[in-house]
């Protein structure tokens, strides 16, 4: 008997032997690739920033806000209601030749407020005095309606940098800069004109409105800008009034697949007119894109010409539904989209089909990843540890073009490999080269609800307890309670009233992430830098806005942040990398001459949907890890209102690396003011100009 | 208490292999620990066949099949070994039937891992967590007081959870 146990025991160890080696084995190939400190030091090395809190506390009219005034009936999710707002445009307002003008909406403060960016060393001193955009005599009622971002562009056409500011609580206004003012006199509130953009719905319920997106791009290719509007809650909605009654709104029907939002609406160009009293005139054709998106909860829109056919598509984020990817197949004056979707294989999960999600969709950016010539495209999700593993988005290009006529989507979902996955709770993602090496870095806004505990918060004798014992110095995290929505049954999230008590100031949801910085590693993943260079502070962003700034070819950025100060920050980045920053003017008329760097002053506005496509050296890109070659063409669009909330610079920029020749070759294309799509090549130096996009061959 | 018993019942059915786990049924009877193993895994198999056509699961469709593939290839290494170092016949010898009706616990605990995991499109913590699943069976064992050896975990759970603690981005 004895011989036989000690037996089976020698066995026993055999076999724990292998099974240990099999379990070792397969955990070491399942681990995440990192890199080594001493490539994450070099990596650091390459980016550095000067921050710049952004003072507007002097703003507000009644002290500080720390949460929203909500509906009595959202009083349980007052956290959730309080979670979006900030919001930040990058642009130049004052023609100065810079984007150094911020409308930012800090929610403390509850304004729309213009400011220079501070740190400003191109001129002695401040350029104006900081201001905040009043909508006058149109209705504002404080108490039920708050601003949610700013759109920047040209909307009467004639040469002056105009506003549109959205709100929750009511519909866009259009602040439309007089013509007449001299470039002498400062830039201040007197100068924008507040007209509707929806005037027939003023006054009305229905045009009680609860924006997050828009966008701006010239969708029938008439010649003239469209705009479009992503609403979040139904329109009609009574979010903000405290003293409602009843149910503040219908929430989500479900949480995969709700269509009873705002949705996305469509504003098609008609006439403007400029001087004193300038109007603009839209024609809503929100049906347009009703008829595939439903009424989505828009979180993020972007507007780019993807196919490169010259007109753009549509990207929109979609909370609790599919994101839509629109195919533009407009006439001039008829607009008209194809509906997207990509292909599934038997190893795509299921929400890496493009237009096939269930996650949130609450940031998008584009910027070209893969060197291929065509815009890949950045979503964010919610992809916390511990808290919600979605995945963020990085939609890949294929390159079959072609099959934006059949209505399939040509990208990839390659996120994983590229290192993007996760982060936390995400909100604008942007794509851009911040240290001029040729390849994009990344940056993600992220956070949700930042919770304070202190001695007077009304607390659970359980909480009460832990905060004694020094815990809960991040708040109280709502993320089981929330987690429990996520398990609901789907018919019954619609009422507010089902929704577990996720309230302000105490809630944390993913309120501490950073905000990550990725730059490519030498595999071609990206990493998280942010804490390396003395940024991963636990903001708890919604918007980035970037622009090149002061002009020194590289581009600073800001985050506009919930309930805390937003900041600035300026490049300070010190390497021998060029860059080639176009700012392309579209003249009020075409015919006049091509131009670049034009000597006299030059009136246009920003050629939105231009494009430039310069070749780069060829480089192997690691991810693919195939034999293609990538990075040889770079292309770059002139943008306006994609992400969520933080709009940046029209200027395009491009980084260059060490690049040893005296000029690029930059071929450019542009859709003329009557609508025709002209392209052009032209050989520059790198550095900044001001291309003026005339026809005349003269 | 299990009783001890210095000799445990083989069945007459060649077909039906006996181990350890089978002294914890009524009688211990081995047709009942096959039917409820069969009855499980059967139920896992149409659970996700629904969940991947219609009830939405996230994974991709690779998943279920490389969770499954590799608990059984772990599961039948594992009891190779053994059955080699302890002298007798694997129990998935012998017939086609002793094979197939071999497997049952190593589907369960595939299926579980990958239908309760979720790591984004990465197949390796999937069959980190069926091969642990698995292992833990010969990892984590007790001896019953008739001189056998059985495991005391539930093998998926177990994986899954190490897999979660191990694997902060699977979720």
């Not at chain 1, 710049?52 to 806000?65: I, P, Q, R, T």
């Not at chain 2, 060649?14 to 181990?19: G, L």
């Not at chain 2, 009891?79 to 497997?103: H, I, Q, T, Y």
Request: with cysteine; glycine share 10%; charged share 20%.
């Amino acid at each position: 008997m004895s011989n036989i146990m000690s037996k089976t025991m020698a066995t026993n160890r055999r076999v724990q032997f292998l099974g240990f080696v099999l379990v070792a084995t397969c955990y070491f190939f399942a681990r995440q690739p990192s890199i080594s400190q001493g490539e994450r030091k070099e990596l650091a090395s390459k980016l550095h920033f000067d921050r710049f809190n952004l003072g507007v506390e002097d703003f507000a009219l009644n002290g500080l806000k720390a949460k929203r005034a909500a509906h009595p009936s959202l009083d349980r999710i007052s956290a959730w209601i309080s979670g979006t707002g900030a919001a930040a445009t990058l642009c130049d307002l004052d023609l100065d030749g810079l984007d150094n003008d911020l409308i930012l909406v800090d929610t403390r403060v509850d304004r729309i407020v213009v400011m220079p960016v501070p740190g400003d060393e191109v001129h002695s001193k401040a350029r104006y005095e900081a201001f905040a955009l009043d909508v006058r005599d149109l209705p504002m009622n404080p108490n039920t309606m708050s601003p949610t971002g700013s759109l920047v562009g040209d909307f009467n056409e004639d040469g002056q940098a105009d506003v549109l500011v959205y709100f929750w609580g009511r519909t866009p206004v259009l602040f439309l800069k007089h013509t007449h003012q001299t470039q002498a006199s400062q830039l201040a509130s007197s100068q924008f004109t507040p007209i509707e953009l929806v005037p027939e719905l003023v006054g009305t319920s229905a045009g009680r409105w609860y924006t997050h997106a828009a966008t701006q791009a010239d969708f029938d290719g008439d010649g003239h800008l469209d705009l479009m509007i992503g609403n979040f809650f139904q329109d009609g909605a009574d979010i903000l009034n405290e003293h409602g009654t009843g149910i503040a709104t219908v929430m989500h029907e479900g949480k995969s697949r709700a269509k009873n939002g705002g949705g996305a609406k469509l504003f098609r160009w008609l006439s403007a007119s400029v001087g004193n009293q300038p109007t603009v005139v839209y024609a809503d054709q929100s049906s347009v894109l009703e008829k595939h998106c439903g009424k989505g909860w828009v979180l993020a829109a972007g507007a780019a010409d993807l196919d490169r056919d010259g007109l753009p598509e549509l990207y929109i984020g979609h909370d609790f539904g599919p994101d839509r990817l629109l195919h533009n197949r407009s006439q001039p004056g008829h607009l008209e989209f194809g509906l997207c979707e990509g292909v599934r294989t038997f190893t795509t999960p299921r929400s890496f089909v493009l237009g096939r999600d269930s996650f949130k969709g609450m940031g998008v950016g584009f910027g070209d990843v893969n060197g291929d010539g065509l815009l890949d495209i950045f979503v964010s999700n919610i992809a916390d540890e511990w808290a919600l593993q979605e995945s963020h988005f990085l939609w890949v290009s294929t390159g079959n073009i072609d099959d934006f006529k059949h209505n399939r989507a040509p990208y990839e979902q390659k996120s994983e490999p590229y290192g993007l996955s996760r982060s936390g709770w995400g909100w604008d993602a942007v794509l851009v080269d911040l240290d001029n090496d040729g390849r994009l870095e990344a940056i993600q806004a992220t956070g949700f609800a930042k919770g304070v505990v202190t001695k007077d918060s009304k607390l659970s004798w359980i909480d009460r307890t832990l905060f004694s014992a020094g815990f809960l110095q991040h708040g109280i995290n709502r993320w089981a309670e929330l987690q429990a929505v996520g398990t609901t049954n789907d018919r019954l999230i619609h009422d507010p009233r089902a929704w577990p008590k996720i309230q302000s100031p105490t809630a944390t949801l993913s309120g501490y992430d950073n905000n990550p910085i990725y730059v490519s590693s030498a595999s071609g993943r990206y990493v998280d830098i942010s804490a390396d260079i003395g940024m991963g502070d636990p903001f708890n962003t919604r918007g980035i806005a970037v622009a090149d700034t002061d002009g020194n070819g590289s581009l600073d950025f800001v985050y506009a942040n919930q309930w805390e100060p937003s900041v600035f920050f300026r490049n300070s980045i010190a390497n021998h990398n060029k860059s080639l920053s176009l700012r392309l003017v579209l003249p009020l008329d075409d015919e006049i001459p091509f131009e670049i760097d034009p000597s006299a002053e030059s009136v246009g506005s920003f050629a939105i949907g231009a494009t430039a496509t310069i070749k780069r050296e060829p480089k192997t890109n690691p991810v693919s890890g195939t034999a293609q070659r990538t990075g040889l063409v770079s292309v770059a669009e002139v943008l306006s209102g994609v992400g969520h909330s933080g709009h940046s610079s029209q200027e395009i920029h491009f980084g260059l690396g060490e690049y040893p020749n005296a000029t690029i070759d930059v071929e450019l294309r542009w859709r003329t003011r009557k609508g025709h799509l002209v392209s052009r090549t032209v050989s520059i130096a790198p550095g900044r100009h001001t291309i003026l996009l005339g026809t005349s061959s003269k | 208490m299990i009783q001890a018993s210095n000799t445990i019942q083989t069945s007459s059915n060649p077909t039906v292999s006996v181990n350890a786990t089978v002294s914890l049924y009524p009688n211990r009877n081995a047709h009942l620990r096959l039917f409820a193993l069969w009855y499980f895994a059967i139920l896992m198999i149409a659970w996700n066949i629904a969940g991947h056509t219609f009830l939405g699961f996230e994974q991709s469709w690779a998943m279920p099949f490389v969770a499954v593939l590799s608990a059984c290839l772990a599961q039948i290494v594992l009891e190779w070994v053994d059955a080699r170092s302890l002298g007798r016949k694997p129990r998935f010898s012998g017939s086609w039937l002793s094979f197939v009706n071999f497997l049952p616990p190593a589907m369960i605990s595939g299926f579980a891992c990958a239908m309760l995991l979720f790591p984004n499109e990465r197949l390796g913590p999937i069959i980190f967590a069926s091969v642990l699943s698995i292992a833990s069976k010969v990892l984590f064992r007790i001896r019953l007081s008739n001189g056998s050896l059985t495991h005391f975990l539930n093998p998926s759970n177990f994986g899954i959870v190490v897999t979660l603690l191990l694997f902060s981005d699977v979720g």
